[in-house]
């Protein structure tokens, strides 16, 4: 019996010992995954902060750019805003300049169309003739056929002969005449530019030793081509 007794209490400190051991076993365990857990948790925090450090330096020089790339704008559109007052301040010289060249342009021609006409009167007054009933008055001007325009006037005393005048300008630039005698109290002039317009005028003249010296000049008739 004491023999059963002693081997069951050298079983029972044998097991005592081996739970002792395995307690010392586990806590050893549990201490080494308590300090891998930590570990693991600092290298997370660590990384976690260098992440953050990351993205906060990327959104700082993205905000930077932003502030950047709107103050760019901002001057781009006050350039264009200056660039279009520049514009419309240049077309508004360029309209009253042009204005200015068109009063400048209608006041020569006017001016051109005075001095013609002076130059008419001037020329018909120093071509003093001896004309009884005055300068010869154009009747009509009338395309009958194509091509073509008849002239007909009221004949005058004493002249020797006429001369007619004709041109597509008003004040008679470019033109050309055409003399015919004295007896003659209307003329067909050919070879005019069909679907034009011509005007006519005539003058009677005298010979004066040698001289042709001519009445004054009448008004203009107009007719258009057939």
Known sequence: MEEALQTANDRITTLG?????LEGDFSTEVGNLRKALEDAQKAAQAELNTVKEALEK???DAKKKAEEAEAAAKKAQQELEAAQKQAAAQKAELDRLAAQAEELRKAAEDARKYAQEA????????EQTKFAAGSP???????????????????????DGYK????QNW????????KVSAKAAS????????????FFRIRAY?????????????????????
Do not use: P
Request: aromatic share 6%; net charge positive; glycine share 4%.
């Open 171 to 178: 004040d008679f630039r470019n033109s050309k005449s055409v």
């Open 119 to 126: 130059q008419l009167r001037a020329e018909a007054s120093m």
């Open 58 to 60: 990327e959104a700082a």
């Open 206 to 226: 005298q010979k004066v030793d040698g001289k042709e010296i001519y009445s004054r000049t009448s008004a203009r008739k107009q007719a258009k081509v057939k």
């Open 164 to 167: 007619i005048v004709y041109s």
């Open 187 to 198: 003329k067909t002039i050919g070879k005019l530019k069909s679907g034009k317009k011509y």
């Open 17 to 21: 010992n081996l739970v002792s051991q």
């Open 137 to 159: 008055s154009l009747k009509s001007a009338k395309s009958t056929k194509k091509g073509k325009v008849k002239v007909t006037w009221k004949k005058v005393k004493d002249a």
